[in-house]
């Protein structure tokens, strides 16, 4: 993913608006190889939980038309991990079945140190970790 230095931190400031829960967004991007982040937007999650996160599917289809309309592709789902290293856990892997090709954005949070991001791809049950190029806006 590249990722506007900007974009990266509008996202880390939503995880840490609620650090004790995990938060959640998607990430559009411009059409077309390599994948450059367009837009970050904030979603609920509707678990209001420390152990999952889960995007209501109205306001996740809401999202994809966002991000359509915009002349992006949904490129990414972000969401934070309040309690352990930013790697997918069995949940992220089962939901990503779903979302083939769609890259997986992780925060961690775990221990109070400094916000950890780590951007995967998830296919079939494999988990691939991406490079995160941050780029000029």
């Known amino acids: 993913m590249n990722i506007s230095a900007e974009l990266l931190s509008e996202l880390i400031e939503h995880v840490l608006e609620d650090p004790r829960n995990e938060v959640c967004g998607v990430v559009a991007v411009e059409p077309g190889p390599p994948a450059r982040a367009a837009r970050v937007y904030r979603a609920v999650n509707v678990h209001a939980s420390p152990l999952k996160f889960e995007i209501d599917p109205k306001e996740l289809l809401e999202l994809w038309n966002a991000c359509q309309q915009?002349?992006?592709e949904l490129g990414a789902i972000y969401h934070s991990h309040v309690r352990s290293p930013?790697?997918?856990?069995q949940t992220d892997v089962n939901f990503a079945a779903n979302w083939p090709g769609v890259e997986w954005i992780i925060v961690g949070l775990a221990d109070g140190e400094q916000p950890q991001v780590r951007t995967y791809q998830i296919e079939h049950?494999?988990?691939?970790?991406?490079?995160?190029?941050e780029t000029a806006m």
């Not at 049950?125 to 190029?133: C, K, M, Q, S, Y």
């Open 70 to 72: 915009d002349g992006c």
């Open 86 to 89: 930013p790697y997918p856990s």
């Open 125 to 133: 049950g494999d988990i691939t970790e991406l490079p995160i190029a």
